[in-house]
Each structure stands twice: as C-alpha cells, then as structure tokens.
C-alpha cells in the first residue's frame, strides 16, 4: 500500500504573517513528513514595509521584491514550499479569480488541516479578509458543481493563528502547539524578515508566553519540557472517538 503524503495549507495575509504566527507549525509538520504549502495574498508592500520605504529611493516594485525574497528565504528554513498571489496591499482585494485560484489550490493539496487569521481585526482589515476568502474558497471547492469531475475538498479543520492584538480581535485559542523542537528553525525564519526587525523579539515573547500556557494545561506534573508554544482558534467542532 502507497501512503499519501499529508499536506497542510497556510493562507498569509501578507508575506511576513505566516511567519510571526505560524512558523512553529509550518516547521514541525513539515518534520514529521507534510507537505506545507503557504499561500501569500500580498507582499504586504504598503502597510507593512515602514522600514523598506523610509530607505528611501523605493518603488512598489522594489519593496514587493525584497519582500517576496524574504518569504522564499524564510519558507525554505521552515521546509514549506510558497506561492504569491500579489492581489495588492492596504487595500487589498479579491475578486472571483482570486477565490477560484485559492479554490483550486485546496483542490489540488487536499490539505489535512488550514491556517490563516483571525476573523476579526479592527487594525487591520486584510486579515480578516483573508479567512473569509480562505473559508470562501474552501467551501467551493467542496461544492461538487465547480469544476464538475475533479475530486472535491473534504472537511480539513480550520484554524485561525494568533493576531497581534488578539483581546480586540476577540480571539481566544482553545489549541496550544508544543513547538520546543522547532522553535530554532521558527526564529531563523523570522530574522530573514528583516524588514519588520521590531517584531523579533515580540513574537519571541509571545512564543514563551504560550509555552507556560500550554505547560501548565497539560499539568504542573507532566514530563513535556514545554518552552514555546503558537495559540490557535478552532473554527469548526473537532470529531473524535475518545475525549482524552
């Protein structure tokens, strides 16, 4: 019997945000053998490129460059592979060739599990715009009228990652991720980010933040040297057969 490779899929609102808020599971599935995919809406050129720009002598083009540079580099350390939508920054904007091109991308990964934003973000607008568009697209390409033959989606469970102010974005994660092991591979994706240097040491304390939540939910007591961990909010009920 052939096993199939599982794939994960990532939809990033800008280049840099699948790195600060999933970098850690991006890593350690794609060490234990999945195929990690991210989707990058925008090189995130207008709204998330202040350092890039107070350069000086900078076009669009030239920050979309360096930007994307960025991404490859830091998805290469965390062993996922990454594709550029470029549909525009601060704004951004879908329309229906963008929803059916993220379509076909769950399509064609049939991804075992979905991260993107919170679905709610009052700082910033493109990110919940990429979970609807992300849960839009999913459930098309469930549908089996489009594209009538291919083999549809079936139910991946969606999680959103954590925002940078996740009180006003009323999140809450109900997930820890233990992402000790990879947390070296984490933090060398995230120095390839330099363009955002100021959110190095943030997304560290978030990461040690986590991992004394995660510590202390699976008890004072438990052998798991838990040091860094990534939240996630679940958007669906998890289906099981046994509740421990």
């Known amino acids: 019997m052939i096993d199939v490779q599982k794939t994960a899929l990532i939809v990033s609102a800008h280049s840099a945000d699948f790195v600060w808020r999933a970098g850690g599971a991006i890593a350690l599935h794609a060490a234990h053998g999945y195929a990690v995919h991210i989707v990058c809406l925008s090189m995130g050129e207008r709204g998330e490129s202040a350092k890039l720009w107070r350069k000086g002598d900078m076009t669009e083009e030239r920050v979309k460059a360096v930007r994307r540079d960025e991404a490859?580099?830091?998805?290469?350390?965390l062993g996922a592979s990454v594709e550029f939508f470029d549909i525009?920054?601060?704004?951004?904007?879908?329309?229906?060739d963008t929803l059916f091109r993220l379509a076909d991308v769950f399509r064609r990964l049939q991804p075992a599990f979905v991260l993107s934003h919170s679905l709610k973000d009052p700082?910033?607008?493109?990110?919940?715009?990429?979970m609807n568009l992300?849960?839009?697209?999913?459930?098309?390409?469930?549908a089996e009228g489009y594209n009538p033959g291919e083999k549809i989606l079936g139910a991946p469970p969606v999680y959103s990652f954590e925002p940078h102010q996740p009180e006003q974005c009323e999140w809450r994660p109900?997930?820890?991720l233990d992402i000790t092991e990879v947390w070296d591979k984490k933090y060398a994706a995230i120095q390839c980010m330099a363009g955002q240097e100021h959110l190095w040491e943030y997304y560290t304390r978030v990461a040690l933040q986590r991992g004394v939540q995660a510590k202390r939910n699976v008890g004072i007591t438990?052998?798991?040297?838990?040091?860094?961990?990534?939240?996630?909010q679940s958007l669906f009920p998890?289906?099981?057969?046994?509740l421990a």
């Open 72 to 77: 490859l580099a830091a998805a290469e350390v």
């Open 88 to 96: 525009g920054d601060y704004p951004m904007r879908a329309d229906n």
């Open 123 to 130: 700082y910033n607008y493109d990110h919940p715009l990429a």
């Open 134 to 142: 992300t849960q839009e697209a999913r459930i098309i390409a469930q």
């Open 174 to 176: 109900d997930v820890f």
């Open 222 to 232: 438990s052998s798991r040297n838990i040091v860094y961990a990534e939240g996630y």
């Open 238 to 242: 998890r289906v099981t057969e046994h």
